[in-house]
């Protein structure tokens, strides 16, 4: 029986023209405690408001810098931080309501980063990726897991009885791409999981993910700060800055026009791949404000080259673009009733 | 002019539990004031050059053979007192993470002042008004509060504003860069990019460049050395490398940065990994991954080829490879 037959996701419930995942306004902020009484002195707005859908068989990519919210969002997602408020929809079914957490997890995985701190180093890779299958009371999870490491390219004979250290870090990241999949997921979230590898290395995983997302039918969130990864692998990029979403739109559509202004810094902080054309002035000064005390209005207004007025006091909302309704934005500066002096003219050159 | 750095032949083994060729025979110049990014992977022996640079491998554990010289001293020769007067002064680095190359007990104010009054042999005064200069050089607002900051209340970015004022206060003839930029956010990265360009025009001194990415190489440096296994295989100037990389090597990794790659298209990707250097390469340490590979390969090291100028490739197909693509 091929690896394909033996992969046995849950059934799908709304038909393909309901979003696989919808996510709405959620939000996380954690307590940041000090003092002699360890009292709650400040909050950390790590998720606020966001809200998206990922479609069946689509590729979402989330960008931002470090401290963005990125990966607090995907811990959202599955359950491994627990929302302070906010909808989570599989297929149709709430989270909390029509949908267990174990049920989710059936359906949702995650790759992290880190591949050696993600393996348990007193177990050896066959068991680690069995443990999943095992706990959700799949059949033969040993049979199942020996399939899987051979599908990411790792010959169980030589690999089953090694230990994570033992592998290297492109090995390590494929043994949890079979962890993972072992469990027959329908979407899968990558939380940088390529940002750690050589680059030679991080092309044959990207090939290898592109491969399994065909042959298994699945849905991926791609989180990294590397624009050139995610532009390749995503169908849609969602940009995030201090916990909240600042653009989502179509790779195309997004490399064509960077609707908001931080975007259009992310992309031009790219370094350049031309020697006679260098960057010579960097899009923003300074770093990213702290998310313990976000600026109010629009987060990024004390960044924005653009500010008025308008931007320090409210809160932009994501909305579509006139004439290209799927690239959505949260600036002023396309909101022809936000009060800006330039407002509805879009992103000045 | 006396050059800036002369490598020559050198070679660097780590014994211990296991042994590992780190460095072998790699041969480097450079003239005053150029900028050179030393392009590889992890462990391909880029960190190791700048170490031995440095003087900062352990003695015990390692053994250097070879040559090398900045500004006509020889540094494998150093020790004790010369060593500290040559660090700092002549060559001085910037690490990847500022967080744990900074003092966490001292103000970044005392850390710059004292590296001053250890070389420049001045007051505690006048130290610390290089060290204000030297954080308003770096662009450091309201350097003079910052001053008194330690380092756990600097960002990220701040920190290696420092870490680069530390590093220069003593006019360093060469800047050893140790992928600085590498734990820092893509906006913050490249103002830090900026910044080192600028103080290496304002200070004219010569700067080491290590990095895995390619575009942080074109951004910063003149010229290119691409490094796999602890031996360079390729070096020209950057125009050189980007448009016309010889090396396969050095073409798997231009493919693989992914720029202007057709999306959701297979990538052309190097297979295997890096070798594991337990045995010093007697054959072309890139032979197993390579597409373009001969019997010949895998029969001896392949030669240095100098085609022209200071370009040089080291594989059979330094000609041929370009042809065939």
């Excluded at chain 1, 000090?34 to 979402?60: I, P, W, Y």
């Excluded at chain 1, 627990?82 to 267990?100: M, T, V, Y």
């Excluded at chain 1, 049920?103 to 701190?117: H, K, N």
Aim: a neutral charge; proline letters at 6%.
């Amino acid at each position: 029986m091929s690896v394909t037959e033996t992969y046995a996701p849950s059934a799908d419930t709304g038909g393909p023209g309901q979003p696989l995942l919808i996510v709405r306004d959620l939000q996380k902020h954690f307590p940041v405690s000090g003092g002699l009484l360890g009292r709650t002195q400040a909050k950390v707005q790590a998720v606020d408001r966001v809200s998206f859908s990922v479609k069946k068989g689509e590729t979402l990519g989330i960008v931002g810098e470090s401290g963005c919210g990125k990966s607090t969002t995907a811990k959202l997602l599955i359950g491994l931080t627990e929302k302070d408020r906010g909808e989570i929809i599989f297929d149709g079914h709430a989270l909390g309501e029509r949908l267990s957490l174990k049920d989710l997890r059936r359906g949702v995985q995650m790759v992290f980063q880190d591949s050696y701190a993600t393996l348990n180093p007193r177990l050896t890779i066959l068991d680690s990726v069995a443990f999943g299958a095992q706990v959700q009371g799949l059949a033969d999870p040993k049979c199942l897991a020996r399939k899987m490491m051979d599908r990411v390219g790792l010959d169980p004979n030589r690999f089953a009885h090694r230990y994570p250290h033992e592998l290297s870090g492109g090995q390590r990241q494929r043994v949890n791409i079979a962890r993972a999949l072992a469990m027959s997921p329908r979407l899968v979230v990558l939380d940088e999981a390529v940002s750690a590898l050589d680059k030679s290395v991080e092309a044959q995983v990207l090939n290898l993910l592109g491969d399994l997302r065909a042959e298994f039918g699945l849905t991926y969130i791609f989180i990294s700060h590397d624009l050139n990864v995610v532009r390749f692998i995503s169908d849609r990029i969602l940009v995030m800055y201090l916990g909240e979403v600042v653009e989502v739109a179509p790779v195309d559509s997004i490399w064509a026009e960077q609707a908001h202004p931080y975007t259009r810094s992310l992309f031009s902080a790219m370094p350049s791949m031309d020697p006679d054309d260098r960057t010579k002035e960097p899009p923003l000064v300074g770093d990213p404000p702290n998310p313990i005390n976000p600026p109010k209005g629009c987060r990024f207004h004390t960044r924005c080259r653009f500010a008025a007025e308008a931007c320090k006091t409210k809160v932009p909302k994501l909305a579509g673009l006139s004439g290209n309704a799927d690239h959505l934005v949260a600036c002023h500066l396309h909101d022809a009733a936000s009060g800006h002096p330039k407002a509805g003219q879009g992103v000045p050159a | 002019m006396t050059k800036l750095l002369e490598i020559n032949d050198l070679t660097v083994r780590f014994s211990g539990k296991r042994t590992v060729h780190a460095i072998n025979n790699v041969s480097l110049s450079m003239e005053q004031g150029e900028t050179l990014a030393l392009l590889g992977e992890s462990g391909s022996g880029k960190s190791v050059t700048l170490k031995a640079l440095l003087g900062l491998l352990p003695p015990k554990r390692s053994s250097v053979e070879g040559s090398i010289h900045v500004n006509g001293t020889d540094v494998l020769s150093l020790s004790g007192k010369a060593l500290q007067r040559y660090r700092g002064a002549e060559v001085s680095m910037v690490f990847q993470e500022p967080a744990l190359a900074l003092d966490p007990v001292y103000t970044v104010g005392h850390q710059i002042a004292e590296s001053v009054m250890r070389h420049k042999g001045v007051s505690k005064a006048d130290a610390l008004s290089t060290a204000l200069d030297m954080l308003d050089r770096v662009r450091i607002p309201s350097a003079n509060r910052r001053l008194h900051s330690y380092p756990h209340e600097l960002s990220g970015g701040m920190r290696q504003r420092v870490m680069i004022a530390l590093a220069l206060a003593c006019r360093p003839r060469l800047l050893l860069a140790d992928e600085p930029t590498t734990a820092l956010d893509a906006t913050v990265q490249i103002q830090i990019l900026l910044l080192l360009r600028e103080l290496q025009k304002e200070f004219g001194m010569g700067v080491i460049f290590v990095t895995h990415d390619i575009g942080v190489a074109v951004e910063i440096s003149e010229r290119v050395a691409v490094m796999y296994a602890g031996q360079i295989v390729e070096e020209g100037t950057t125009r050189e490398i980007i448009r016309d990389g010889r090396h396969p090597y050095t073409q798997g990794l231009l493919a693989a940065n992914l720029h202007d790659v057709a999306r959701g298209a297979r990538l052309n990707a190097i297979p295997g990994a890096p070798p594991a250097l337990e045995v010093k390469p007697d054959a072309c340490p890139f032979a197993p991954r390579c597409s373009h590979v001969m019997p010949a390969c895998r029969a001896a090291l392949p030669p240095m080829v100098t085609t022209e100028g200071r370009r040089r490739v080291a594989c059979l197909h330094a000609d041929a490879v370009v042809a065939a693509e």
